[in-house]
Nanobody
């Protein structure tokens, strides 16, 4: 059974950092892409970052390039999203998701290609 269990998140001041974790089980990370998505109330899930399990390649939304880093810990089957230089924005819920590869590179930040989702974690950047 595929499971993704998230941890991390919370309230942080502008300019601060947070690390989100996505612990996976029930599948082999080498065969799946992992994506991180952000959703604000009333909005759609927007792709933030992705990591190809088979290729190790990463992709980022333009808005987070240079500030966010997606990485993987094979020993713990966990994918992380390190978020630095966080900017003030509307509170949102971050989700991790897994999708079986291959995933076309132009779709790695599109939620439609991901079939399994974590429970979400709230991130608020505010002073």
């Amino acid at each position: 059974q595929v499971q993704l269990v998230q941890s991390g998140g919370g309230l942080v001041q502008p300019g601060g950092s947070l690390r989100l974790s996505c612990a996976t089980s029930g599948f082999t990370l080498d065969h799946y892409g992992i994506g991180w998505f952000r959703q604000v109330p009333g909005g759609e899930r927007e792709g933030v970052a992705s990591l190809s399990g088979s290729l190790g390649t990463t992709a980022y939304a333009d808005s987070v390039k240079g500030r966010f880093t997606i990485s993987r810990d094979n020993a713990h089957a966990t994918v992380y999203l390190q978020m630095d230089s966080l900017q003030p924005e509307a509170p949102g819920v971050y989700f991790c998701a897994a999708g079986q590869e291959p995933i076309a590179s132009v779709l790695v930040l599109h939620p439609q290609v991901y079939t399994h989702w974590g429970q979400g974690t709230q991130v608020t950047v505010s002073s």
